[in-house]
Protein backbone atom coordinates (compact mmCIF):
# COMPACT_ATOMS: atom_id res chain seq x y z
CA UNK A 1 0.00 0.00 0.00
CA UNK A 2 2.55 2.47 0.56
CA UNK A 3 4.37 2.22 -2.79
CA UNK A 4 0.64 3.01 -4.26
CA UNK A 5 0.72 5.78 -2.29
CA UNK A 6 4.19 7.12 -3.30
CA UNK A 7 2.83 7.08 -7.06
CA UNK A 8 -0.21 8.39 -6.21
CA UNK A 9 1.87 11.24 -4.47
CA UNK A 10 4.11 12.22 -7.43
CA UNK A 11 1.36 11.72 -9.66
CA UNK A 12 -0.10 15.20 -8.70
CA UNK A 13 3.56 16.72 -8.48
CA UNK A 14 5.27 15.45 -11.21
CA UNK A 15 5.69 17.31 -14.50
CA UNK A 16 7.01 16.11 -17.56
CA UNK A 17 11.18 16.49 -17.90
CA UNK A 18 11.74 19.72 -20.05
CA UNK A 19 14.78 19.40 -22.74
CA UNK A 20 17.88 19.94 -21.03
CA UNK A 21 21.50 21.06 -22.72
CA UNK A 22 23.87 20.10 -19.70
CA UNK A 23 22.36 17.10 -17.23
CA UNK A 24 19.62 15.77 -15.95
CA UNK A 25 19.19 14.77 -12.40
CA UNK A 26 17.32 12.15 -10.51
CA UNK A 27 16.36 12.77 -6.59
CA UNK A 28 17.24 9.19 -5.11
CA UNK A 29 14.59 9.34 -2.38
CA UNK A 30 12.20 8.22 -4.31
CA UNK A 31 11.23 4.79 -3.80
CA UNK A 32 11.32 3.78 -7.80
CA UNK A 33 14.51 5.69 -8.55
CA UNK A 34 16.27 2.50 -8.02
CA UNK A 35 14.10 1.43 -11.03
CA UNK A 36 14.79 4.24 -13.62
CA UNK A 37 18.49 3.86 -12.72
CA UNK A 38 18.49 0.06 -13.66
CA UNK A 39 16.12 1.15 -16.61
CA UNK A 40 18.52 3.84 -18.05
CA UNK A 41 21.76 1.32 -17.55
CA UNK A 42 19.85 -0.97 -19.31
CA UNK A 43 19.56 1.73 -22.08
CA UNK A 44 23.21 1.83 -22.05
CA UNK A 45 23.40 5.38 -20.35
CA UNK A 46 26.10 6.57 -18.36
CA UNK A 47 24.61 7.35 -14.48
CA UNK A 48 26.76 8.66 -11.59
CA UNK A 49 25.57 9.16 -8.07
CA UNK A 50 26.47 12.51 -5.53
CA UNK A 51 28.43 11.79 -2.90
CA UNK A 52 27.65 14.93 -1.07
CA UNK A 53 24.50 17.47 -1.42
CA UNK A 54 24.11 20.48 -3.51
CA UNK A 55 21.04 23.19 -4.55
CA UNK A 56 20.95 23.88 -7.60
CA UNK A 57 19.16 26.16 -10.73
CA UNK A 58 16.96 23.71 -12.28
CA UNK A 59 14.22 23.90 -15.24
CA UNK A 60 11.95 23.99 -12.35
CA UNK A 61 13.33 26.43 -10.26
CA UNK A 62 15.95 25.86 -7.44
CA UNK A 63 15.99 22.70 -5.90
CA UNK A 64 17.93 20.41 -3.28
CA UNK A 65 19.15 17.16 -3.58
CA UNK A 66 20.29 14.88 -1.31
CA UNK A 67 23.14 12.33 -1.05
CA UNK A 68 22.97 9.68 -3.52
CA UNK A 69 21.09 11.77 -6.35
CA UNK A 70 21.95 10.39 -9.55
CA UNK A 71 23.20 12.55 -12.39
CA UNK A 72 23.30 12.02 -16.05
CA UNK A 73 25.06 14.00 -17.75
CA UNK A 74 24.37 14.44 -21.56
CA UNK A 75 27.82 15.25 -22.91
CA UNK A 76 29.80 12.15 -21.60
CA UNK A 77 26.78 9.84 -22.77
CA UNK A 78 27.61 7.42 -26.52
CA UNK A 79 24.22 8.65 -27.78
CA UNK A 80 22.60 11.78 -28.40
CA UNK A 81 21.02 14.35 -26.61
CA UNK A 82 17.64 13.16 -27.98
CA UNK A 83 17.99 9.95 -27.85
CA UNK A 84 19.40 10.29 -24.18
CA UNK A 85 16.24 13.00 -23.76
CA UNK A 86 14.00 10.20 -25.13
CA UNK A 87 15.52 7.41 -22.41
CA UNK A 88 15.14 9.50 -19.14
CA UNK A 89 11.62 10.51 -20.37
CA UNK A 90 10.54 7.40 -20.31
CA UNK A 91 11.84 6.25 -17.25
CA UNK A 92 10.27 9.02 -15.71
CA UNK A 93 6.74 7.82 -17.34
CA UNK A 94 7.43 4.43 -16.55
CA UNK A 95 8.46 5.01 -12.75
CA UNK A 96 6.14 7.83 -12.14
CA UNK A 97 9.49 10.03 -10.23
CA UNK A 98 10.36 13.01 -10.85
CA UNK A 99 13.23 14.14 -13.09
CA UNK A 100 15.00 17.79 -13.70
CA UNK A 101 16.76 19.18 -15.85
CA UNK A 102 19.73 22.18 -15.82
CA UNK A 103 21.55 23.78 -18.35
CA UNK A 104 24.52 24.72 -15.78
CA UNK A 105 26.89 22.95 -13.43
CA UNK A 106 27.28 25.64 -10.91
CA UNK A 107 25.70 24.99 -8.12
CA UNK A 108 24.05 27.44 -5.21
CA UNK A 109 25.16 25.67 -2.84
CA UNK A 110 26.94 22.31 -1.91
CA UNK A 111 29.12 20.62 -4.72
CA UNK A 112 29.31 21.63 -8.45
CA UNK A 113 27.99 19.14 -10.97
CA UNK A 114 32.16 18.77 -12.09
CA UNK A 115 33.01 17.62 -8.58
CA UNK A 116 34.79 14.48 -8.57
CA UNK A 117 32.26 13.42 -5.48
CA UNK A 118 30.08 12.57 -8.36
CA UNK A 119 30.83 8.67 -8.86
CA UNK A 120 30.22 6.65 -12.07
CA UNK A 121 28.05 4.01 -10.93
CA UNK A 122 28.24 -0.04 -12.17
CA UNK A 123 25.37 -1.77 -13.52
CA UNK A 124 24.25 -4.55 -11.23
CA UNK A 125 24.81 -8.33 -11.97
CA UNK A 126 23.45 -10.11 -8.97
CA UNK A 127 23.20 -13.57 -8.03
CA UNK A 128 21.42 -15.52 -4.56
CA UNK A 129 22.42 -18.69 -3.29
CA UNK A 130 18.80 -21.17 -3.25
CA UNK A 131 18.26 -24.23 -2.79
CA UNK A 132 18.55 -26.72 0.56
CA UNK A 133 19.23 -25.36 3.26
CA UNK A 134 18.99 -21.26 2.46
CA UNK A 135 15.55 -19.69 3.68
CA UNK A 136 13.52 -19.60 0.81
CA UNK A 137 10.98 -17.45 2.22
CA UNK A 138 13.99 -14.59 2.61
CA UNK A 139 14.75 -15.78 -0.70
CA UNK A 140 11.37 -15.03 -2.27
CA UNK A 141 11.36 -11.44 -0.47
CA UNK A 142 14.68 -10.45 -2.49
CA UNK A 143 13.35 -12.22 -5.45
CA UNK A 144 9.98 -10.19 -5.24
CA UNK A 145 11.30 -7.26 -4.89
CA UNK A 146 13.78 -6.92 -7.56
CA UNK A 147 11.72 -8.59 -10.38
CA UNK A 148 8.44 -7.00 -9.18
CA UNK A 149 9.61 -3.54 -8.38
CA UNK A 150 12.64 -2.98 -10.04
CA UNK A 151 12.44 -4.38 -13.08
CA UNK A 152 15.93 -5.81 -12.01
CA UNK A 153 16.48 -9.42 -13.12
CA UNK A 154 18.99 -11.30 -10.20
CA UNK A 155 20.11 -15.35 -11.10
CA UNK A 156 19.39 -17.77 -8.64
CA UNK A 157 22.31 -20.05 -8.26
CA UNK A 158 21.42 -23.57 -6.44
CA UNK A 159 23.26 -24.84 -3.83
CA UNK A 160 24.38 -27.60 -5.49
CA UNK A 161 25.80 -26.14 -8.60
CA UNK A 162 27.49 -23.54 -6.72
CA UNK A 163 30.95 -25.48 -7.27
CA UNK A 164 30.41 -24.97 -11.06
CA UNK A 165 28.83 -21.92 -11.04
CA UNK A 166 31.15 -19.09 -13.03
CA UNK A 167 30.95 -16.04 -10.09
CA UNK A 168 32.95 -13.66 -12.57
CA UNK A 169 29.79 -13.12 -14.52
CA UNK A 170 28.07 -11.57 -11.20
CA UNK A 171 29.22 -8.58 -9.50
CA UNK A 172 27.05 -9.01 -6.31
CA UNK A 173 25.79 -11.88 -4.39
CA UNK A 174 22.89 -11.91 -2.06
CA UNK A 175 23.04 -15.10 0.44
CA UNK A 176 20.45 -15.09 2.93
CA UNK A 177 19.38 -16.94 6.36
CA UNK A 178 20.58 -20.71 5.83
CA UNK A 179 22.76 -22.66 7.20
CA UNK A 180 25.10 -23.59 3.72
CA UNK A 181 26.15 -26.54 4.97
CA UNK A 182 27.23 -27.94 1.49
CA UNK A 183 29.94 -25.16 1.28
CA UNK A 184 33.20 -27.06 1.79
CA UNK A 185 36.44 -24.91 2.78
CA UNK A 186 37.19 -25.23 -1.34
CA UNK A 187 34.05 -23.70 -2.27
CA UNK A 188 33.86 -21.16 0.89
CA UNK A 189 37.60 -20.00 -0.80
CA UNK A 190 36.05 -19.83 -4.04
CA UNK A 191 33.56 -17.03 -2.69
CA UNK A 192 36.24 -15.62 -0.18
CA UNK A 193 38.27 -15.24 -3.52
CA UNK A 194 35.73 -14.36 -5.95
CA UNK A 195 34.65 -11.27 -3.32
CA UNK A 196 38.88 -9.99 -2.78
CA UNK A 197 38.82 -9.34 -6.30
CA UNK A 198 36.21 -5.79 -5.89
CA UNK A 199 32.89 -7.69 -5.60
CA UNK A 200 29.83 -7.37 -3.05
CA UNK A 201 28.58 -9.98 -0.82
CA UNK A 202 25.26 -9.07 0.82
CA UNK A 203 23.85 -11.24 3.56
CA UNK A 204 20.56 -11.11 5.38
CA UNK A 205 20.14 -12.31 9.25
CA UNK A 206 21.46 -16.00 9.41
CA UNK A 207 23.47 -15.17 6.14
CA UNK A 208 25.92 -12.88 8.11
CA UNK A 209 26.21 -15.26 11.15
CA UNK A 210 27.43 -17.73 8.58
CA UNK A 211 30.16 -15.46 7.44
CA UNK A 212 31.37 -14.63 10.56
CA UNK A 213 31.66 -18.53 11.95
CA UNK A 214 33.53 -19.49 9.02
CA UNK A 215 35.58 -16.72 9.43
CA UNK A 216 35.06 -14.68 5.96
CA UNK A 217 35.01 -11.66 7.45
CA UNK A 218 36.70 -10.41 10.59
CA UNK A 219 33.63 -9.26 12.24
CA UNK A 220 32.16 -10.67 15.45
CA UNK A 221 28.21 -11.56 17.52
CA UNK A 222 27.02 -10.04 20.62
CA UNK A 223 27.01 -12.51 23.06
CA UNK A 224 26.25 -13.04 26.56
CA UNK A 225 28.66 -12.23 28.93
CA UNK A 226 30.07 -14.84 30.98
CA UNK A 227 29.59 -15.44 34.66
CA UNK A 228 32.81 -15.10 36.66
CA UNK A 229 31.56 -17.65 39.45
CA UNK A 230 29.28 -20.01 38.17
CA UNK A 231 29.34 -21.87 41.59
CA UNK A 232 27.37 -18.31 42.90
CA UNK A 233 24.87 -18.61 39.95
CA UNK A 234 21.70 -19.90 41.46
CA UNK A 235 19.04 -22.26 39.32
CA UNK A 236 15.73 -21.53 40.42
CA UNK A 237 13.18 -24.30 39.73
CA UNK A 238 10.01 -23.97 37.62
CA UNK A 239 7.24 -25.86 36.88
CA UNK A 240 8.00 -28.14 33.49
CA UNK A 241 4.78 -27.58 32.34
CA UNK A 242 6.00 -23.75 31.73
CA UNK A 243 8.89 -24.94 29.85
CA UNK A 244 7.37 -24.17 26.58
CA UNK A 245 6.18 -20.94 26.85
CA UNK A 246 9.18 -19.23 29.52
CA UNK A 247 11.46 -20.72 25.87
CA UNK A 248 9.34 -19.05 23.55
CA UNK A 249 9.37 -15.70 25.53
CA UNK A 250 13.59 -15.90 24.89
CA UNK A 251 13.07 -16.01 20.79
CA UNK A 252 12.17 -12.82 18.83
CA UNK A 253 9.34 -13.69 16.97
CA UNK A 254 9.01 -10.15 15.34
CA UNK A 255 9.45 -6.88 16.79
CA UNK A 256 9.77 -3.65 15.66
CA UNK A 257 13.25 -1.37 16.47
CA UNK A 258 14.69 2.40 16.08
CA UNK A 259 18.35 2.07 14.46
CA UNK A 260 20.28 5.09 14.09
CA UNK A 261 21.48 5.92 10.32
CA UNK A 262 24.18 7.08 9.05
CA UNK A 263 23.01 9.40 6.44
CA UNK A 264 26.48 10.05 4.64
CA UNK A 265 26.95 6.04 4.04
CA UNK A 266 26.25 4.96 0.70
CA UNK A 267 24.20 2.56 2.31
CA UNK A 268 22.31 5.06 4.19
CA UNK A 269 21.63 7.17 0.67
CA UNK A 270 18.16 8.31 0.13
CA UNK A 271 17.17 8.66 3.66
CA UNK A 272 16.23 12.08 5.40
CA UNK A 273 16.15 10.62 9.16
CA UNK A 274 18.58 9.73 11.14
CA UNK A 275 16.24 7.60 13.51
CA UNK A 276 14.83 4.59 10.95
CA UNK A 277 12.34 1.81 12.16
CA UNK A 278 13.41 -1.76 11.37
CA UNK A 279 11.97 -5.19 11.80
CA UNK A 280 13.16 -8.00 13.57
CA UNK A 281 12.71 -11.72 13.55
CA UNK A 282 15.86 -13.63 14.09
CA UNK A 283 18.13 -13.95 17.06
CA UNK A 284 21.44 -12.61 15.06
CA UNK A 285 23.07 -9.75 16.90
CA UNK A 286 26.06 -8.26 15.30
CA UNK A 287 28.55 -6.20 17.02
CA UNK A 288 29.47 -2.76 16.14
CA UNK A 289 32.52 -2.87 13.70
CA UNK A 290 36.22 -1.60 14.60
CA UNK A 291 36.35 0.31 11.62
CA UNK A 292 34.84 3.52 12.99
CA UNK A 293 32.89 4.16 9.71
CA UNK A 294 31.59 1.20 8.52
CA UNK A 295 29.01 0.41 11.28
CA UNK A 296 26.16 2.06 9.05
CA UNK A 297 23.29 1.51 11.69
CA UNK A 298 23.44 0.52 15.36
CA UNK A 299 20.37 0.60 17.47
CA UNK A 300 19.44 3.40 19.39
CA UNK A 301 19.50 4.04 23.54
CA UNK A 302 15.93 3.01 23.50
CA UNK A 303 15.11 0.94 20.40
CA UNK A 304 11.98 -0.81 21.18
CA UNK A 305 9.22 0.38 19.40
CA UNK A 306 6.61 -2.57 19.06
CA UNK A 307 6.56 -6.45 19.44
CA UNK A 308 7.64 -8.40 22.57
CA UNK A 309 11.29 -9.15 23.91
CA UNK A 310 12.30 -9.60 26.96
CA UNK A 311 14.02 -6.66 28.90
CA UNK A 312 16.98 -9.16 29.32
CA UNK A 313 17.22 -9.95 25.18
CA UNK A 314 17.08 -5.89 24.92
CA UNK A 315 19.51 -5.05 26.95
CA UNK A 316 21.95 -7.84 26.20
CA UNK A 317 22.10 -8.20 23.04
CA UNK A 318 19.81 -5.53 21.22
CA UNK A 319 21.25 -2.29 23.03
CA UNK A 320 24.95 -3.27 22.27
CA UNK A 321 24.52 -4.08 18.63
CA UNK A 322 24.38 -3.39 15.12
CA UNK A 323 21.68 -3.34 12.82
CA UNK A 324 23.97 -3.34 9.45
CA UNK A 325 27.53 -2.89 8.67
CA UNK A 326 30.30 -3.69 6.04
CA UNK A 327 32.86 -5.56 5.92
CA UNK A 328 36.71 -5.12 3.88
CA UNK A 329 37.04 -8.47 2.24
CA UNK A 330 40.27 -7.87 0.09
CA UNK A 331 39.53 -5.22 -2.82
CA UNK A 332 36.01 -6.15 -1.69
CA UNK A 333 33.23 -6.32 0.45
CA UNK A 334 30.67 -7.98 2.65
CA UNK A 335 26.97 -5.99 3.95
CA UNK A 336 25.87 -7.86 6.66
CA UNK A 337 22.31 -6.90 7.55
CA UNK A 338 21.61 -8.40 10.98
CA UNK A 339 17.46 -7.89 10.26
CA UNK A 340 15.27 -8.42 7.14
CA UNK A 341 15.16 -5.00 5.12
CA UNK A 342 12.56 -7.09 2.61
CA UNK A 343 10.15 -8.79 5.03
CA UNK A 344 7.20 -10.34 3.58
CA UNK A 345 6.77 -7.52 0.65
CA UNK A 346 5.49 -5.44 3.08
CA UNK A 347 8.49 -3.18 5.15
CA UNK A 348 8.99 -0.97 2.32
CA UNK A 349 10.74 1.55 4.65
CA UNK A 350 14.14 -0.55 4.84
CA UNK A 351 14.22 -1.86 0.98
CA UNK A 352 15.92 0.92 0.00
CA UNK A 353 18.82 -0.31 2.32
CA UNK A 354 19.00 -3.44 0.10
CA UNK A 355 18.99 -1.68 -2.88
CA UNK A 356 21.47 0.94 -1.75
CA UNK A 357 23.73 -2.35 -1.07
CA UNK A 358 23.27 -3.91 -5.05
CA UNK A 359 23.74 -0.49 -6.41
CA UNK A 360 26.39 1.24 -4.60
CA UNK A 361 28.32 -1.66 -3.07
CA UNK A 362 31.16 -1.56 -4.91
CA UNK A 363 31.37 2.49 -4.26
CA UNK A 364 33.06 1.61 -0.57
CA UNK A 365 34.99 -0.16 1.60
Do not use: C
Not at 186 to 210: E, F, Y
Not at 240 to 267: C, M, Q, S, W, Y
Not at 331 to 352: C, E, I, M, Q, S
Request: net charge positive; hydrophobic share 35%.
Amino acid sequence: MLGVFFKLHYKRINTKIKKASYVYILDWDDYYTPAALYYMQSKGLTVASAFKPFTISTNNGNKSFNYGSLLIPISKQKKSSAEVYKIVSAAQTKYDIPVFGTNSGYSIKGIDLGSNNFRALTKPKVAMLVGEGVNSLEAGEVWHLLDTRIDMPITKVRMNNFRRANLDKYNTLVMVSGNYSQLDSIQRLKLKNWVSKGNTIVTIAGGSKWLIDKKIVKESLTKKSKVKDKKKEEIKRLPFVDARENKGRERVGGIILEVDLDLTHPLGFGYRSEKLPVYKNNMIFLSPSKNAYATVAKYTNNPHIDGFITQKNLDTFIKPSASLLVSKIGKGRAVLFADNPNFRGAWYGTNKLFLNALFLGNKFN
